[in-house]
């Protein structure tokens, strides 16, 4: 059974508010494999798993691209994500972000 049974699109910057100050830092935790593409902006993170944290947003998962230039993540396999207080995992809808 394959563990990549979720993935994730997020837009980064939509989950500030407009007039908020700068975004606060993404800090990764977990990596063992990191490419970056300096032509296209792309990140490609491995881990067991790896962790993307910006603010109250984390997300988890094996396997994970970052858009450096748009700010979206792509998560894949054994992805978590928790945000506001609110968690989802294996293709259910996160509810209840605050």
Sequence with gaps: ???SLLII????????????APAPPTN???AT????DD???IWVLRGNPVAVTRGTMTVRA???TYDSRQQ???????????AGGAT????????NVS
Aim: net charge positive; no cysteine.
């Design 1 to 3: 059974m394959t563990t």
């Design 9 to 20: 699109v997020l837009t980064m910057t939509l989950l500030a508010p407009a007039h908020a």
């Design 28 to 30: 990764v935790t977990g």
């Design 33 to 36: 494999y990191v490419e970056f």
């Design 39 to 41: 032509s296209t902006g």
């Design 62 to 64: 094996t396997s994970m």
């Design 72 to 82: 979206i993540v792509r998560a894949s396999g054994a992805v978590n994500l928790v």
């Design 88 to 95: 989802a995992r294996r293709g259910r809808r996160l509810r």
